[in-house]
């Protein structure tokens, strides 16, 4: 049986131990969109594995099909590989599974039908039958490797196995705070997670409540494509292995070196060497950054822009850390040209090095997440940010555009309309999220026409343009008039105030068309914040202030776009060069 070979050949790359059995199946059932996911095992995994779940299940058909080499419903074309935002998607892990062990699966779809129960034996269909059970799926596994001895003898004792599955389980129950997840060890129960939207409580669910109240949430964060949030204990915390460093990217756990590393800088100061950290760190991307099916298993991800995941990630703790510290040199990519940086070693990368700008936000189930998560985290849980002041002695104004700078360690270039397109997006996405955008009429309205295309979507989202402090009416059709703007452009609209207002509606278009992966609210904080910066005067009797707002900000050296707001050249590296 050709067939049964090659999935006991695929099933030694998947299936390593009773533990990656667990880690596909509660996969399959996350995909599923289960709210409850129940867990059984007996001796380590090795006697039976059990996946209960209450989400969609298969029909009859699907259940059949799913059992068959490549039989996932996950990919529909290849440009699917490239967005997709469910664990699996190789269909392989079913296959594989069954061949190695002595599998029932049954699954309903519909209350009202028979459920499908099919049993098979080291990949061959002994019976398909009809069963009971509610909608969803519950996959039993029995005797993992029972007809591949030489695989049998490998695994460890059972308290080691189980300890794997555990590892695995809290690591999905830390990536899915809002699904239940129970774990039964030989009858006993041995975790009942509550569903929760606060990923805190999940954490505090595994460290204890005392533990869990040094928690430090980290500042949430966005840097070009790559958002960040999580939590941090601190350093006088730290263990001597990695083990308790948790880290999911798009809501996938990963263990990944350069993350760990990075982590590991952001707590320079903060810990002994040799020590680690426990952090608990979602990241998210667009799926098109990262390359998640380098290992089978799918643990290792490479990220296209490494230098900047790297940045994000230490540059937040750090600053969560500590707040009021000064800014450090902004990271060698911003210094150089992107040349080292986009032979990140493991790729062969045909997209721009650059963000585009037509992509700048993550998937918007992560958005809207993040944006909600920020402002909870931003309102409740950490204290107001004292300013500090920046620590740059202006020398000169280059090419009527740049401010030329010195700071303790070198030269600084700091370009002034990026610096303000990070400070407005910074203020109001801040003024956004606390729903007090803050407005000025203006002296005299503005008239302005609309065409046949932008009337709808003026229409469509005058709300949204009034809680941006667009105040918006309408003077009959397609003319409408100004009657107020956000402050944060008050001082660089004095004549054109509607101009802004065209460039708003094109990025509106643009997400009603799905060009953007963006909500409305975001295109406009983009716009925003790009006009403003425009706008912004080069004149050096702006600096002080500018660098102040500037260093105040969550990333200073960059745009939320990714570009860079200054680059920095070390005294030594000047030394160099003489
Ligand atoms: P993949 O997850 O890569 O698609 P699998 O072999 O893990 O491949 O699963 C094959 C298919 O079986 C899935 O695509 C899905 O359609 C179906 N399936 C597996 N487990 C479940 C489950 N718990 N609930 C519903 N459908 C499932
Ligand atoms: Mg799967």
Same mark, same amino acid.
């Given at each position: ?31 599923? +969109? ?33 059992? =068959? ?14 967005? @997709? ?20 699966? #049954? ?26 059970? &509610? ?27 189980? +300890? ?24 006993? *129960? ?12 999940? %954490?505090? =669910?595994?460290? +204890? ?16 494509? *790559?958002?960040?949030? +999580? ?31 990075? *982590? ?49 990630? &230490? ?13 450090? /040199? ?13 032979? /990140? ?10 963000? #585009? ?23 409740? =849980? ?28 070198? @030269? ?53 343009? =009034? ?26 609209? /004095?004549?054109?105030?509607? /101009? ?18 963006? @909500?409305?609210?975001?295109?406009? @904080?983009? #716009? ?45 590296? %000047?030394?160099?060069?003489?």
């Amino acid at each position: 049986m050709p067939e049964t070979l090659a999935s006991q050949v695929a099933a030694g790359e998947v299936i390593e131990r009773p533990s990656s059995v667990v880690k596909e199946l509660i996969e399959n059932s996350l995909d599923a +969109g289960a709210k409850t996911i129940e867990l059984e095992i007996r001796k380590g995994g090795s006697a039976l594995l059990k996946v209960k779940d209450d989400g969609c299940g298969m029909s009859p058909e699907d259940a059949r099909l799913c059992l =068959e080499r490549n039989a996932t419903s996950k990919i529909k074309a290849v440009d699917d590989l490239n967005t @997709l935002h469910t664990h699996g998607f190789r269909g392989e892990a079913l296959p594989s599974i069954t061949s190695v062990s002595r599998f029932r699966l #049954t699954t309903s779809q519909d209350n009202a039908l028979p459920a499908t129960q099919i049993h098979i034996e080291g990949g061959t269909i002994r019976s398909i039958s009809e069963s009971a059970r &509610s909608i969803g799926t519950t996959i039993e596994v029995k005797d993992l490797f029972y007809n591949v001895p030489a695989r049998r003898k490998f695994l460890k004792s059972q308290n080691t196995e189980f +300890g794997h599955i555990e590892h695995q389980f809290k690591l999905s129950a830390l990536g899915n705070p809002e699904v239940r997840y129970i774990l039964k060890n030989e009858d006993q *129960i041995k975790w009942d997670l509550r569903p929760t939207k606060d990923a805190r409580l999940r %954490i505090a =669910e595994f460290i +204890g409540l005392e533990l869990s109240k040094k928690l430090i949430p980290l500042t949430p964060t966005q840097v070009g494509q *790559i958002e960040l949030h +999580g939590f941090l204990l601190p350093g006088s915390e730290a263990r001597n292995t990695s083990k308790q460093q948790t880290i999911f990217i798009n809501s996938r756990p990963i263990d990944d070196p350069v993350v760990r590393n990075a *982590i590991r800088d952001g707590y320079r100061g903060h810990i002994q060497p040799g020590q680690f950290p426990i952090v608990w760190l979602w990241i998210s991307m667009p799926p098109h950054e990262l390359d998640i099916n380098v290992h089978p298993a799918k643990r290792e991800v490479r990220f296209r822009h490494q230098t900047e995941i790297k940045y994000a990630v &230490s540059e937040t703790i750090a600053s969560t850390l500590s707040p009021k510290r000064n800014p450090v /040199s902004p990271p060698q990519f911003f210094q150089n040209s992107r040349t080292t940086e986009a032979s /990140s070693e493991h790729f062969e990368s045909t997209q721009p090095a650059e963000p #585009t700008p037509l992509a700048r936000w993550t998937t918007s189930t992560q958005k809207e997440l993040t944006l909600t998560e920020t402002a909870r985290l931003a309102n409740e =849980e950490k204290p107001p940010a004292k300013s500090r002041s920046h620590s740059f002695t202006v020398l000169s104004l280059f090419k009527n555009r740049y401010w030329l700078c010195e700071d303790s360690e070198g @030269l600084v270039i700091v370009d002034p309309k990026a610096s303000r397109e990070r400070i407005t997006y910074d203020t109001l996405k801040r003024q956004l999220e606390a729903s007090e955008v803050q407005a000025q009429k203006l002296l005299i309205p503005s008239v302005f026409e609309t065409d046949s295309r932008e009337t709808p979507l003026i229409e469509e989202n005058l709300q949204l343009l =009034e809680e941006m402090g667009f105040e918006i009416s309408s003077l009959g059709k397609d003319t409408f008039q100004l009657l107020s703007v956000p402050n944060v452009l008050s001082s660089d609209l /004095s004549e054109d105030s509607t /101009s802004i207002l065209k460039d708003l509606i094109d990025g509106l278009e643009l997400v009603r068309k799905k060009t953007m992966r963006e @909500l409305p609210h975001q295109s406009m @904080l983009h #716009t925003i914040a790009q006009r403003s910066g425009r706008t912004q005067s080069s004149a050096i009797q702006y600096a002080d202030s500018l660098l102040t707002e500037l260093v105040n900000c969550s990333i200073p050296y960059c745009t939320a776009a990714g570009r860079p707001t200054m680059i920095h050249y070390s005294e030594n590296e %000047i030394k160099k060069k003489f």
